[in-house]
């Protein structure tokens, strides 16, 4: 196999520290590299349709939520990995564009629903699909059962990272 930028940051490493034991380092290294590239990739993706990317999580949040494409803010701002303020912000940029609309919670009569406006609906349906097709060219390079795997061995230190928290 070929050798990326992250060997030659860890052979460096090596030479200079030789007692240390940099794998872990180059995973972490690889991981941040991917992120920062998968960004780009679905920031890209969404620019025809003007849509930001946490524009896109938020949408998306709600659609996935099924009819009538409505949460509660705070448990949006959960699902967003968000605070409650930052939320907030985002809700009313959303709703200045009419993509969402806030609507008195009857269950909770300090809260607020978020639900997608049709037109909301009709961006994160095409953006959906925008970033299948960029996350799908950004793993080109692997098999769907090296895809699959990479995606199990990702879930295990997610959720062990999750449970040390």
């Known amino acids: 196999m070929k050798n990326d ?34 960004s780009r990739d679905a920031t890209k993706a969404l620019e025809p349709l003007e849509l930001e990317l946490w524009e896109y999580d938020v949408l998306s949040a709600l659609r996935r939520q099924g009819q009538p494409f409505a949460l509660a803010a705070s448990r949006l701002a959960l699902e967003t990995d968000l605070s409650t303020g930052a939320m907030t912000n985002r809700i009313d940029r959303l709703e200045t564009r009419g993509l969402v609309r806030r609507l008195p919670d009857k269950l909770d009569r300090r809260g607020v629903l978020v639900r997608l406006t049709s037109q909301g609906q009709k961006v994160i349906d095409t953006a959906i699909q925008c970033r299948l097709d960029a996350a799908r060219n950004s793993l080109q390079a692997l098999s769907p059962a090296e895809q699959k795997q990479l995606a199990n061995l990702l879930r295990t230190v997610i959720l062990s990272i999750r449970r040390q928290s």
Do not use: K, Y
């Open 5 to 38: 930028v992250v060997d030659d940051i860890l052979d460096q490493w090596s030479a200079e520290r030789p007692e240390l034991d940099t794998a872990s380092l180059g995973v972490v290294i690889r991981v941040m590299a991917l992120h920062r590239s998968f």
